[in-house]
């Protein structure tokens, strides 16, 4: 030992202490920075939040409050049970993006492991980091036990003991995010973990779509037995409580059932809720106990258990350059250099394609979910096709909204490059507005066509979904793009931060507005297609100076409405990326 | 007598693609500035990082100061303080709050590491911006923090990938006067740099490592004296050892001399 380099032996707490400071720090600066810069602007946005998030959690807990108010107390925990295992799904992918980008992804983790820091500590503090992904399900699940709380005899131990289970469900689902990932990087690089977990995260997705349609299938067919739901909800609660009630007997004799017994259970025995207790705590120490033994073998050798850093990156192969060679072609040569970059970046970075994990949940969702091809009972006829699979026509909105609405703020330090480049804002947002809308259009309208199959379309039906897809994909695409022009952030490496709240308003906004033109387009269509349902005709609506205001009027507005944000979206995209491409940003 | 504060016996690294890193077997003493040189992909990093318990060696011993650094890691990093070559650095810390950071970490005595840093930063002329946000610094201000970091628990032995990266000449002096001083004081330095006169102005012994072997060590004058080449600079000597023979007549430019203007074929859009 080199003489006068004493030193104290790193201990735990002490070290724990150490990097929990500088991670809260560093959160705590995020939010300061952003304040100091436009304390107006974050104060807004900071109320904005604040009233949008209560009126969510309002919205929850009253629905909440009206399930439970519809069950006698024995089946409540069928409720609970039944919520919790709606919320899987979406917890599963949210956890496991969360562990990807936490651990297998984060570049402070080789930095980290460089230090004499001992391994349980780097595990715990990169758990928060994942746990904390999973806020936003227990936000819901938080305001969904406040609605069950205001309808129980002792609220306020309702509420502690149902957020106590909360947050072991909470710990339950990052283990699991944490194994999972952690079991496909020990086999697969980096580089196609994603695509594993996000086939294995769909998968799961699909499965828990295919037992809710068929709940709700057999929720309509069958009465339920042995329960009794209150008469005076209204008729859809009734419904969504019928099939709530019959997803929980399917989950009885699961861990979720364990937990619902206890936040169900307050106004019952004590030895339940124990009992019960006992059981989904151990489920919790066991799981995280996997997730550390998994963490600490991977890690005990430094990087070199993880396959990324044991072997060199794989050549990438280049079908998407191969495929598209031709199609790009017709492109002006630099909006095709352009494009074809946008993809072959957009395929290969890991870190992007965590945020279209959301959207491909819910197109698989919806897609389970409306190709149920229910007997069309409507007059005239074909109204009921369009009913069914109505909301198709919107799911380029959720897609684009985890795909489009990232692409300029992702480009990280890589906007350094593009100011450099003899390129001007024009052609970089067309650039990347052709370059989402192949995708979103792509796998929408794949689900599309299955949906209006399985629901008996005629061609010319088929023919109109397709042309929907076109006219929706190529809206919202454009308009989440421009709101991604709007505000990037290029600082993150998270891609879900990639883009600024008043860009994420912002898209919100004009894809209402554009929703609705493309509501009034829609219906116009159909209407020209199938004829007037009875409902309309019987309110006999007046005409508007000699026009009928169902039949061109209404897809002129609609085109308006819908032309009108895009152009003006567009403008505003353009501007900003000139903006940001002049280096003044 | 004297434990090496490097030892390296059979140390090899595996990948499914081939062997990075083939039974490298060296000692640097304590006190000694070792410069480990090769060409892009011999195996340098790789090498660090199995010496800094990053990388798992598929076979052979690194210890550091006596530790074997795969059977005990934790102790092994407390020997050792490593800047990679692209050094991480938390973006919304200040550069004082990072070093800091680094310094608790090591548990360094409050006192001494207000002091050290201090110093370091004075050393490093960075006290001005040490109080501003890494995310606003240039390459150089990090490079410095990274340094800084590196020697505020004064680790015996330091392991930097080109550690004047994007310095500028005078701070790039400061650094190598530095790490003399450290060397000079009982501290071991082992780097690696592609920049050939700093390594010959600064190193005691050399290191030469290609395609995953090495393929001379020794000092500068005992590796003229191998390479039959009295007087050679150390690129000569290096180029000697690795092999390289000009490959090339340029003739990448036309006959019509360099920045000759391209015949470009106008875009559709702009035709």
Same mark, same amino acid.
């Given at each position: 030992m080199t003489p006068g380099l004493t030193r104290r032996p790193v201990s735990f707490p002490p070290v724990l202490g150490t990097v929990v400071r500088t991670r809260v720090r560093i959160g705590l600066r995020r939010i300061g920075a952003a304040r100091a810069r436009h304390p107006i602007r974050t104060t807004i946005q900071g109320l904005t939040l604040v009233v949008a998030g209560l009126m969510v959690a309002a919205s929850i807990a009253l629905l909440s409050r009206s399930l439970f108010t519809a069950v006698p107390a024995a089946d409540?925990?069928?409720?609970?049970?039944?919520?919790?295992?709606?919320?899987?799904?979406?917890?599963?992918?949210?956890?496991?993006?969360?562990?990807?980008?936490?651990?297998?992804?984060? @570049?402070?983790?080789?930095?980290?492991?460089?230090?004499?820091?001992?391994?349980?500590?780097?595990?715990?503090? /990169?758990?928060?980091?994942?746990?904390?992904?999973?806020?936003p399900i227990g936000f819901i699940g938080f305001w969904f036990i406040t609605g069950y709380a205001t309808t129980s005899a002792r609220p306020l131990l309702t509420l502690a003991i149902g957020s106590t289970v909360l947050v072991a469900y909470l710990v339950v689902l990052t283990a699991l995010g944490i194994v999972m990932v952690a079991g496909i990087a020990r086999v697969v690089p980096a580089k196609r973990a994603w695509t594993v977990l996000g086939i294995l995260s769909l998968s799961i997705v699909a499965l828990l779509g295919v037992w809710w349609?068929?709940?709700?299938?057999?929720?309509?067919?069958?009465?339920?037995?042995? *329960? #009794?739901?209150?008469?005076? *909800? !209204?008729?859809?609660?009734?419904?969504? *409580?019928?099939?709530?009630?019959?997803?929980?007997? !399917?989950?009885?004799?699961?861990?979720?059932?364990w937990a619902g017994r206890v936040i169900a259970g307050t106004d019952g025995p004590a030895a339940v809720i124990w009992w019960n207790g006992s059981l989904f705590a151990a489920l919790a120490i066991v799981s995280t106990g996997?997730?550390?033994?998994?963490?600490?073998?991977?890690?005990?050798?430094?990087?070199?258990?993880?396959?990324?850093?044991?072997?060199?990156?794989?050549?990438p192969s280049r079908p998407i350059a191969r495929w598209t060679g031709v199609a790009l072609s017709y492109l002006p040569g630099h909006l095709a250099t352009l494009v074809? /970059? #946008?993809w072959i970046t957009m395929f290969r970075d890991s870190r992007r394609l965590t945020g279209a994990l959301w959207p491909l949940g819910s197109i698989l969702v919806y897609t389970i979910n409306l190709s149920r091809g229910a007997p069309d009972m409507t007059d005239p006829a074909g109204w009921g096709f369009w009913q069914s699979i109505g909301p198709v026509i919107l799911l380029p909105w959720a897609a684009s909204l985890g795909t489009a609405a990232y692409v300029v703020g992702s480009e990280h330090r890589g906007i350094h490059l593009l100011r450099a480049l003899p390129i001007d804002g024009q052609l970089l947002l067309g650039a990347k507005v052709i370059a989402g809308i192949v995708p979103v259009f792509t796998l929408t309208t794949v689900a599309a066509i299955l949906v209006a199959v399985s629901n008996d379309a005629t061609p010319v039906q088929l023919g109109i979904v397709v042309l929907c897809m076109?006219?929706? @994909?190529?809206?919202?695409?454009?308009?989440?793009?421009?709101?991604?022009?709007?505000?990037?952030?290029?600082?993150?490496?998270?891609? !879900?931060?990639?883009?600024?709240l008043k860009g994420r308003i912002y898209s919100l906004f004009a894809g209402a507005v554009f929703a609705v033109g493309t509501a009034l387009v829609v219906t116009w269509v159909i209407i020209a297609l199938e004829g007037q349902p009875a409902a309309i005709r019987d309110l006999e609506i007046p005409s508007l100076a000699g026009f009928d205001p169902l039949g061109w009027p209404l897809a002129l507005a609609g085109v308006a409405i819908g032309g009108g944000i895009i152009v003006t979206s567009w403008k505003i995209g353009v501007r900003r990326l000139d903006w940001v491409l002049s280096g003044e940003s | 007598m004297t434990v090496p504060a490097i030892h390296v016996n059979g140390l090899t690294k595996r990948y499914p693609s081939g062997t990075g890193v083939h039974d490298l077997s060296f000692s640097v003493p304590p006190g000694e500035l070792f410069v480990f040189l090769g060409p892009n992909g011999a195996g340098k990093s790789s090498t660090i990082k199995m010496l800094t318990g990053l990388l798992a060696p598929s076979d052979g011993v690194a210890e550091v100061n006596g530790v074997d650094v795969v059977r005990d890691r934790t102790s092994a990093k407390r020997q050792i303080g490593y800047m990679a070559e692209q050094p991480f650095l938390y973006e919304k810390l200040t550069g004082r709050e990072f070093v800091t950071f680094v310094a608790d970490v090591y548990r360094v005595p409050r006192r001494t590491r207000i002091e050290r840093s201090d110093r370091l930063l004075q050393i490093l002329e960075m006290s001005d911006r040490a109080d501003h946000l890494i995310e606003t610094y240039s390459l150089g201000m990090r490079q410095k923090i990274a340094i800084a970091s590196v020697l505020v628990h004064q680790p015996p032995v330091l392991f930097l990938d080109e550690p004047t990266n994007g310095l500028d000449p005078r701070s790039a002096r400061t650094v190598k006067d530095l790490l003399r001083d450290i060397c000079a004081r009982g501290g071991t330095v082992f780097m690696t740099t592609h920049i050939l006169e700093i390594a010959e102005q600064m190193c005691d012994r050399v290191g030469i490592l290609d395609q995953g072997r090495l393929v001379a060590i020794g000092t500068i004058g005992e590796l003229r004296d191998?390479?039959?080449?009295?007087?050679?600079?150390?690129?000569?000597?290096?180029?000697?050892? +690795?092999?390289?023979?000009?490959? +090339?007549?340029?003739?990448?430019?036309?006959?019509?001399?360099?920045?000759?203007? +391209?015949? +470009?074929?106008?875009?559709?859009?702009?035709?």
């Open positions: 409540q925990h069928l409720i609970v049970a039944a919520a919790l295992a709606a919320l899987l799904s979406a917890g599963f992918i949210a956890s496991s993006s969360a562990a990807l980008q936490s651990i297998y992804l984060a @570049s402070d983790l080789p930095f980290l492991l460089t230090l004499p820091i001992p391994l349980i500590v780097t595990f715990s503090s /990169k758990f928060v980091e994942t746990l904390a992904g999973t806020l349609a068929t709940i709700e299938r057999a929720g309509t067919s069958t009465p339920i037995a042995n *329960v #009794e739901i209150d008469e005076t *909800v !209204q008729f859809g609660t009734a419904s969504l *409580v019928a099939n709530l009630l019959l997803a929980g007997a !399917q989950v009885e004799q699961t861990p979720l059932a996997v997730a550390w033994w998994l963490f600490a073998i991977t890690f005990s050798t430094g990087t070199s258990g993880f396959r990324a850093a044991s072997a060199p990156a794989p050549r074809l /970059k #946008e076109v006219w929706s @994909s190529v809206g919202f695409v454009t308009l989440d793009t421009c709101a991604s022009a709007l505000a990037p952030n290029f600082l993150t490496d998270q891609v !879900q931060r990639s883009l600024r | 191998r390479q039959g080449l009295p007087d050679a600079s150390l690129e000569t000597i290096f180029l000697d050892v +690795i092999g390289y023979s000009r490959p +090339i007549d340029f003739d990448l430019f036309s006959a019509n001399g360099y920045g000759e203007p +391209i015949d +470009i074929e106008p875009d559709a859009a702009t035709a």
